[in-house]
Every structure is written in C-alpha cells, then in structure tokens.
Nanobody, 115 residues
Framework: QVQLAESGGGLVQPGGSLRLSCAAS????????MGWYRQAPGKEREIVAR???????YYADSVKGRFSISKDNGGKVVDLQMNSLKPEDTAVYYC?????????WGQGTQVIVSS
C-alpha cells in the first residue's frame, strides 16, 4: 500500500505562484504514475498533471505553460510548481499515485487564488 501526504496549498493573488508537494510512503516500488488532480466547488475532479516512473509528463490544456510537475529520483516526492495563477485555479488539489491495479489519493490541499 501507498500513503500520500500533500503540503503547500494556501492563498495567493492572481499572477502569483505556489508549489505543492506530495510525499509517498509505503510500497514505493509499485508506483507507476503520480499526479495532481483538482476539484473546484460544484465541479467534478479533473486531472491537472501527471508524471510516470520514466518521467513522461502530461498536462491539462488549462495549465500548460504555467504549471510544471516533477519528481525526485527516488520516486517518493512529486511537486507541482504553479505559476501565473488565475482565480479559476482555485480548488482542492489532490495527489494521486497509481500502480498496475491500484490507486491512492491524498487528503487534499486547498488552493485559493484571489485578490
């Protein structure tokens, strides 16, 4: 099993930056992908960015060019650097990790973009 712990959310003004971090513990060797999703009030959870064990990345169109996902060499920590934040980026951000036949979620961290 894998457990995930997120950190780094908060309140930021439009145009500002935040860095989210997700630390995995447990059976790290079974992780194939790690990523970030978000859920805004009244909306469905959506993918933001994902990175594979081989460091291949995927970004939602809405964050391309503004967000960057990265992981450490050990595959235990995945970060999401968020730049040029917009009010529509306001949401609870969830870390996700997945293996061949399982998935795990973090508890979520709130990001509020407001002046």
């Amino acid at each position: 099993q894998v457990q995930l712990a997120e950190s780094g959310g908060g309140l930021v003004q439009p145009g500002g930056s935040l860095r989210l971090s997700c630390a995995a513990s447990g059976t790290i060797s079974s992780i194939l992908t790690m990523g970030w999703y978000r859920q805004a009030p009244g909306k469905e959870r959506e993918i933001v960015a994902r990175i594979t064990r081989g460091a291949n990345t995927y970004y939602a169109d809405s964050v391309k060019g503004r967000f960057s996902i990265s992981k450490d060499n050990g595959g235990k920590v995945v970060d999401l650097q968020m730049n040029s934040l917009k009010p529509e980026d306001t949401a609870v951000y969830y870390c996700h990790s997945g293996g061949s036949n399982w998935g795990a979620w973090g508890q979520g961290t709130q990001v509020i973009v407001s002046s």
